[in-house]
């Protein structure tokens, strides 16, 4: 069964450095999501991205926050500078359609950022 | 304000029994909504999904019910097996790309 595969599962970062958690979507996929989760909290949308741009974002996903497809399979989120609160597993995801409605989208094993 | 919740946060049941899992939603404007099943150290998993212009929605061993009136969706797990026990969370879209979580609800399955 085709999956979403994360890495790395766990990153831990000093305050203040840059992180960048990757992704690899399935491969026929076109739609891109990433999700975060505190601890023992709900999951909260962060952005959408599609044919190489956002096309939503979260009050969350501020400047500090962004995302690229630098080649035909990665899909990376980049925290320019990490704060305690940036701490949380984060959830990548891939659709291939648009729309939650028309298709199912698989989420990642996630990666669990630690900022210390 | 517009919110996805749940009304408890741990339900506990015997293996076999059937489970019941609750959840309300305040946006009448929501058009689809998402249970999933979140196991420990794992992502979430798609279960079973429903639009609003439907009531109900069978899977395998699977029954979510969507109540429109009362803004109320459940899911309903027949025969539950230890295999079930997870963090369930519904979700709810309203607008293309973007999902609203629940807080969700720990299931827990005893002998």
């Known amino acids: 069964e085709p999956e979403v595969t994360q890495t790395p599962s766990h990153q831990v970062t000093q305050m203040g450095q840059e992180v960048i958690l990757r992704c690899v979507p399935i491969s026929n996929h076109l739609y891109f999501y990433w999700y975060r989760q505190i601890l023992g909290q709900k999951v909260e949308f962060l952005v959408s991205f599609y044919n190489n741009e956002i096309s939503e974002k979260s009050e969350i996903f501020d400047d500090q926050f962004s995302v690229e497809r630098p080649d035909g399979s990665n899909f990376t989120l980049k925290i320019r500078s990490t704060k305690l609160e940036d701490s949380a597993m984060y959830f990548c995801?891939?659709?291939?359609?648009?729309?939650?409605?028309?298709?199912?989208?698989?989420f990642g094993q996630g990666t669990r950022l630690t900022v210390v | 304000g517009e919110s996805v919740g749940l009304h408890l946060p741990t339900l506990s049941v015997q293996e076999g029994d059937n489970s019941i899992i609750n959840c309300a939603y305040s946006?009448?404007?929501?058009?689809?909504f998402i249970w999933y099943k979140q196991e420990s150290g794992k992502g979430p998993q798609f279960i079973i999904d429903i639009r609003s212009n439907m009531d109900k929605r069978q899977g395998q061993r699977v029954t979510v019910l969507l109540n429109k009136t009362v803004k109320h969706l459940s899911l309903q797990i027949a025969a539950t097996q230890p295999g079930d026990s997870a963090v369930y969370f519904c979700a709810e879209n309203k607008v293309a790309d973007k999902l609203i979580f629940g807080t969700g609800t720990r299931l827990q399955v005893f002998p």
């Open positions: 946006n009448s404007a929501s058009d689809y």
């Open positions: 995801a891939s659709s291939e359609r648009q729309g939650w409605g028309n298709t199912e989208a698989f």
